[in-house]
């Protein structure tokens, strides 16, 4: 079964940097767009940022020139570069990934980090 698996949250002052990384593992024939994305606490997840697999990138009007996502694709891993945080970012942040299992291209989701940003 395939399985996204999350790290790099944490607590972090405002603007600051923190990076999260996303690696995909299990029987997986390519990966097509991967994405980030955040929900806080009584607001609807959102869309932070994607990437397909040739590079293009697509960021909410929230976090440009804040944030960079980016992938390896030898190492089935995406990456979402956090710099100059700020409060309003603390949100559960989830991978996304659009992958090709064989039988047809599946959504999947990573488990979640929380990514807080406090003085």
């Known amino acids: 079964q395939v399985q996204l698996v999350e790290s790099g949250g944490g607590l972090v002052q405002p603007g600051g940097s923190l990076g999260l990384s996303c690696t995909a593992s299990g029987r997986i024939f390519s990966i097509n767009t991967m994405g980030w994305y955040r929900q806080a606490p009584g607001k609807e997840r959102e869309l932070v940022a994607e990437i397909t697999p040739g590079g293009s990138t697509n960021y909410a009007d929230s976090v440009k020139g804040r944030f960079t996502i980016s992938r390896d694709n030898a190492k089935n891993t995406g990456y979402l570069q956090m710099n100059s945080l700020k409060p309003e970012d603390t949100a559960v942040y989830y991978c996304?990934?659009?992958?090709?299992?064989?039988?047809?291209?599946?959504?999947?989701w990573g488990q979640g980090t929380q990514v807080t940003v406090s003085s």
């Open positions: 996304n990934a659009h992958i090709w299992i064989g039988i047809g291209e599946y959504d999947y």
